[in-house]
């Protein structure tokens, strides 16, 4: 049985991977505006994904026989000038993700709730990946420094993630 803090930290992450989509589409416009197509894309597929994050703790709700609540959200961050500074805030806002992961898995354990425990299974195994594959990339741009046809390379490199049912 779920309890009503627990569901209610569920809707707060629904609605906090909705808000990571629109963070990622931030930064996707960052880049395609700076005609980094690669990066753009690379965010945008990043934003579809975080999409389906919060797709997922919908249909959890529903399973359980809840009501998924939509909440408003603040405006991501639209500041970014640079794109180490996009991949930067990406790492960052992941870690804040797996923090909030990790509360709410400490709650479900506190309740011994299994059924959910186990759905944010999935999730805590996500977080070690998203973070993993972000901060590779934010050590690659920092090596790369101003190495114009390096960054090229990268571009050109990010720009080739499609979307795949395994990246959902
Ligand atoms: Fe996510
Ligand atoms: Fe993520």
Known sequence: ??????????????????????SYLALAAY????????????FIRQAEEETEH?????RFINAVGKRAIITGME?????????????EAAYAHEQEVTRRIYAISDIA?????HATYQFLKWFIDEQ?????TVDSIV??????GNDGNALFILDAELGKRGTTAAAL
């Open 139 to 144: 050590q690659r741009l920092r090596r790369i």
């Open 54 to 58: 919060g797709m997922k703790i919908f």
């Open 1 to 22: 049985m779920i309890s009503d803090e627990l569901l209610e930290k569920l809707n707060e992450q629904m609605n906090f991977e909705f808000y990571s989509a629109q």
């Open 75 to 87: 405006s991501p961050n639209n500041e970014i000038r640079s794109v180490l500074g996009a991949f």
């Open 109 to 113: 354990l506190a309740d011994h709730e």
């Open 31 to 42: 880049c395609a505006s700076e005609s980094w197509d690669g990066f753009s894309n690379w």
């Open 128 to 132: 070690v990946e998203e973070e993993s």
